[in-house]
């Protein structure tokens, strides 16, 4: 079993719809996890950091699933600049990158 | 100041020439990171500076060198590389050297290696 698993999509929605993407991990110890955005040809940036159940921060939303070693990330009314690659990040003494997650929000 | 710079954006080599790329931070941070990221593909960790002190080295091949001359600036030096080196090289540095805490990338230098 990989250390973090992602669905690589793509994930193809509306402008307006609520997209959601989980992410599994393997170590049942990892305390923290972030989620970082990546656009085409640019460099990941940190979307949002899960230290207890959950986090949000505006159309986002992070949840931790403790017990079933899943972190989810929602985005409620998709923007067209929402599209991106969405990379699920475990750190263990260094990050572990899932695959990442394609969205993208068609007009 | 809350960002990672790196230079150049760009870099075309031949398998022959010597380069460098540049990464500064004036953040203060205390770890440094070299990421490798080929397309479609999460990045991969190279090299890990924690207090100016090379840290962790992901078997890394020889024809990557890394020196850190100071708490701001990583450099990466390159020699003799493959076409397969060709990739995006990514900067990163986070406050604390735990390697748990979150991570502040730079833009990045598209390496194309003839």
Known sequence: RKEVEQDPGPFNVPEGATVAFNCTYSNSASQSFFWYRQDCRKEPKLLMSVYSSGNEDGRFTAQLNRASQYISLLIRDSKLSDSATYLCVVPEGKLIFGQGTTLQVKP | ?114
């Not at chain 2, 090299?47 to 078997?59: A, D, G, Q, R, T």
């Not at chain 2, 990338?105 to 194309?112: D, E, I, K, N, V």
């Open chain 2, 1 to 114: 100041d809350t960002e990672v710079t790196q230079t150049p954006k760009h870099l075309v080599m031949g398998m022959t020439n010597k380069k460098s790329l540049k990464c500064e931070q004036h953040m203060g941070h205390r770890a440094m990171y070299w990421y490798k990221q080929k397309a479609k593909k999460p990045p991969e960790l190279m090299f890990v500076y924690s207090y100016e002190k090379l840290s962790i080295n992901e078997s890394v091949p020889s024809r990557f060198s890394p020196e850190c001359p100071n708490s701001s600036l990583l450099n990466l030096h390159l020699h003799a590389l493959q076409p397969e080196d060709s990739a995006l090289y990514l900067c990163a540095s986070s406050p604390w050297t735990s390697g748990n805490n979150e991570q502040f990338f730079g833009p990045g230098t598209r390496l194309t290696v003839l």
